[in-house]
């Protein structure tokens, strides 16, 4: 007990990560900023995060193939998806819950809001898991390769195959929700959420196709990795800028 | 200069995240009937001040001593038995209304050695937006305390007011979260 320990956390990479408002997104338009941001110095309220506490009472739940409990295994292309929480200085971050959302085989989500699109609903998937990272900071899901589905964006939009992750590490300026990307999926270039972040930074959200990973007459294996913003060595001045 | 990775950038949490990152009763933060409880509400607009019938609200807070549940906090101060600090809550989809039930926080350490005033870290989420934003949220029954607050002290006079909540009835705040126009919510970058 004494005193609390006061870290100091780099800057969100604002190169590294999409404008608030993205047009060609259009819904971003009028649920962004027009205000610039305040710069604050950071403090224990900045400094820490639920990520630790909400981990002691998380449970994993990292098979969606198999987790709606109707005893019958998903429809579709299992997929291992791998891979570690990292923060930018290379180090892993264990001890961080992972939250993840997607469609199914079909693209359809099972949510009630998706009314639109006549894809089949797959009674025995739901589309959401959770994992704790484990001490390198690695996670590992087994699940359904999530279909295309199309979107109200513009004419003929389809969104690419990708699974949503939340991501609530020891911080909360580290908080992170992205996508995770398939390669080689031609709807990428043509993805106004995909493209929205910038080019040289939008790739790292494709994953690596990976036969290490893959389980032979099993599953096909996918890595990926997510870089959180990270400790900085020496305390900088924050509040002059 | 230091190494960096890069990071992997941040997208919207789309219309179906409730599918995850919301489960009911997240938003009670305390047990029914807990002495100190508060109740945290209001709406999310955007910039036609339409309710965002979509948006995500995540809070991080101390609990009403000013301990923060976290590794880092090593402050000779009670933690409370199942009080995390942590809750979400979504919008209605009718109304864009929200709704904590919390505490108020206690006085935690500002950067200069003094106290803060009583204040939540509050994230907005939400179909449409590509990053997080992040705010806090303060109290209307702690002028003196709001006053002398470093960090509302380095908002321009005339925006502060977008961070108090006000006090509606007896132990119920509103706190809405605007996007946009010259009485936008302060969001904070750090």
Known sequence: MGEPAIRHYGPKAYSDHPPFSYPDYRSTVKRSPTHDLIRIVQTLSETTGPGPAWTEIAEEDTDLTTNTGTGSPAIGERIIVTGKVLDENGHGVPGTVLEIWQPNASGRYAHWRETEFPAPLDPNFVGVGQCLTDAEGGYRFTTIKPGPYPWGNHPNAWRPSHIHFSIMGPSLGMRLVTQMYFPGDPLLPLDPIFNSAPPGARERMIADYDHEVTEANWALGYRWNIVLRGELATPMDEGED | ?190
């Open chain 2, 1 to 190: 200069m230091r190494q960096s990775l890069g990071q992997t950038p941040s997208q919207t949490v789309g219309p179906y995240y409730t599918l995850r990152l919301f489960r009911e009763g997240e938003n009670i933060m305390v047990p029914p009937g807990h002495p100190d409880r508060i109740v945290v509400h209001g709406k999310v607009l955007d910039g036609d001040r339409n309710p965002i019938e979509d948006a995500l609200l995540e809070v991080w807070q101390a609990n009403s001593a000013g301990r923060y549940r976290h590794p880092d906090d090593t402050r000779d101060l009670a933690l409370d038995n199942g009080f995390t600090g942590f809750g979400r809550a979504i919008t209605d989809f009718e109304t864009g209304e929200y709704r904590f039930e919390t505490v108020k926080p206690g006085p935690v350490p500002d950067a200069e050695g003094a106290f803060q005033a009583p204040h939540i870290s509050l994230i907005v989420q939400g179909r449409g937006m590509l990053n997080p934003v992040f705010t806090r949220i303060y109290f209307s029954d702690e002028d003196e305390a709001n006053r002398d607050d470093l960090i509302l002290r380095s908002v321009p006079a005339g925006r502060r007011s977008t961070l108090i909540a006000g006090l509606t009835e007896d132990a119920a705040y509103r706190f809405d979260v605007l996007f946009q126009g010259e009485d936008e919510t302060v969001f904070f970058d750090f």
